[in-house]
């Protein structure tokens, strides 16, 4: 798990821990050092850990201006023991809604695993994006089919191209273009 390291190519464009308003500014990295475990394995240093003992992130871009977001994940994503989505919400989230983010692109290929508990969260979430969305790309088809069997997808937009995009051959800017217009023609 120390080999997967979260995406770096858009670090000459935007770096977290540099922007003032990330929730994460300031944030340092040992390089070297392994600190951070999920069920005992040693993760990637780069990885932000925000409360949860499972699930880890990293902002890897953040565009103020147009209101958008794009965050990879790592872990096992455990609602029901963990709370993972009140510590996402309320000490990533909620920072980046208070400074006009109503765009959300969540990276998921390395999410391991999805367990449920309320959608309280959820739904709070999606209220505050007000006519923004939730976008979750490349999620394993176990925890895509978690999401739809715990009527998550009720608040988070998944499936079809979603599923299989190749994001890393785009820039950030394009990456945000591609999916509103992949949830402009479903809502159209």
Avoid at 68 to 93: H, T, Y
Avoid at 108 to 126: I, P
Wanted: proline share 2%; charged share 25%.
């Amino acid at each position: 798990m120390q080999d997967i390291e979260p995406f770096y190519s858009w670090r000459d464009l935007y770096i977290a821990a540099e922007d003032e308003y990330s929730p994460f500014y300031g944030r340092e990295y040992n390089e070297t050092v392994c600190i951070h475990t999920i069920y005992n394995y040693y993760i990637h240093p780069q990885w932000d850990d925000f409360g949860s003992n499972t699930l880890y992130t990293k902002i890897l871009f953040t565009d103020y201006l147009k209101q958008f977001a794009i965050l990879e994940f790592l872990g096992e994503w455990n609602d029901a023991i963990s709370n993972d989505i009140m510590f996402l919400k309320r000490d990533v989230i909620d920072e980046m809604l208070s400074r006009g983010i109503r765009h959300f692109i969540l990276i998921g290929e390395n999410v391991l695993n999805f367990h449920a508990s309320d959608d309280c969260y959820y739904s709070e979430w999606m209220d505050d994006v007000e006519d923004g969305w939730i976008a979750a790309i490349n999620f394993r088809r176990h925890v895509l089919a978690e999401f739809t069997r715990n009527n998550m997808d009720s608040y988070l937009v998944t499936g079809g191209e979603l599923d299989t995009l190749n994001w890393r051959n785009f820039s950030p800017q394009h990456l945000f273009a591609l999916v509103s217009k992949v949830i402009s023609r479903r809502l159209g």
